[in-house]
Nanobody, 125 residues
Framework: QVQLVESGGGLVQSGGSLRLSCAAS????????MGWFRQAPGKEREFVAA????????YYTDSVKGRFTISRDNAKNTVYLQMNSLKPEDTAVYYC??????????????????WGQGIQVTVSS
């Protein structure tokens, strides 16, 4: 019932920037928290950032603090991930996710109910 569609990925050089967008649609879209995860080939899905939909509390994994910024536009049902000072180790497929439940386990993929298809971000050396 809920569809999440990521956009804004691509190829960028080290030190460059990208902004990912995640547009949600569906009659039942009413998230408690939305997050961004990423998964590199052969690796587990990794938490990147999350934002509470109502209060706007924000959480980041340590490796992106100071470089990435998560934000939301409630009226547009859209969440963003501004990525600055990109590094090759940021290369991954990035996924947008939504959870309808209140949870302190926002770092865990199992917390989230809906997922986008993922979008490739490649950072060259």
């Amino acid at each position: 019932q809920v569809q999440l569609v990521e956009s804004g990925g691509g190829l960028v050089q080290s030190g460059g920037s990208l902004r990912l967008s995640c547009a949600a649609s569906g009659r039942t879209f009413s998230p408690s928290i939305m997050g961004w995860f990423r998964q590199a080939p052969g690796k587990e899905r990794e938490f990147v950032a999350a934002i509470a939909w109502s209060g706007g509390n924000i959480y980041y994994t340590d490796s992106v603090k100071g470089r990435f910024t998560i934000s939301r536009d409630n009226a547009k049902n859209t969440v963003y991930l501004q990525m600055n000072s990109l590094k090759p180790e940021d290369t991954a497929v990035y996924y947008c996710a939504s959870s309808v439940f209140v949870s302190s386990f926002y770092r865990s993929p199992g917390t989230y109910n809906y997922w986008g298809q993922g979008i490739q971000v490649t950072v060259s050396s």
